[in-house]
Nanobody
Framework: VQLVESGGGLVQPGGSLRLSCAASGIMFRIYAMGWYRQGPGKERELVARISSGGSTNYADSVKGRFAISRDNTKDTMYLQMNALKPEDTAVYYC???????????WGQGTQVTVSS
């Protein structure tokens, strides 16, 4: 099983980034997918989650700025991040979770740095 994140980088405040998570080795369409992040000196926290059926939920801190989506034909999940703030600086991790199969997987993470 592999979850490979991409799209991170350095961006100025107010800018945008689009993260991708490409999955392999799992039946992607049956997994709930999520983005988590861990900032410097902070615990890992949920950013956004999308169910196998497409329902979404977001952390209050990113509502209205971030949008999670998935393409089951490409086994890929996305996170469109707009109006980025310095406090969004973190390593962003992709997560795949199946309660039915009792399986949970993590990607290696991609660094997002918001700074002028």
């Amino acid at each position: 099983v592999q979850l490979v994140e991409s799209g991170g980088g350095l961006v100025q405040p107010g800018g945008s980034l689009r993260l991708s998570c490409a999955a392999s080795g799992i039946m992607f369409r049956i997994y709930a997918m999520g983005w988590y992040r861990q900032g410097p000196g902070k615990e890992r926290e949920l950013v956004a989650r999308i169910s196998s059926g497409g329902s979404t939920n977001y952390a209050d801190s990113v509502k209205g700025r971030f949008a999670i989506s998935r393409d089951n034909t490409k086994d890929t999940m996305y996170l469109q991040m707009n109006a980025l703030k310095p406090e969004d600086t973190a390593v962003y991790y992709c997560n795949a979770n199946s309660d039915y199969l009792s399986r949970r997987y993590w990607g290696q993470g991609t660094q997002v740095t918001v700074s002028s």
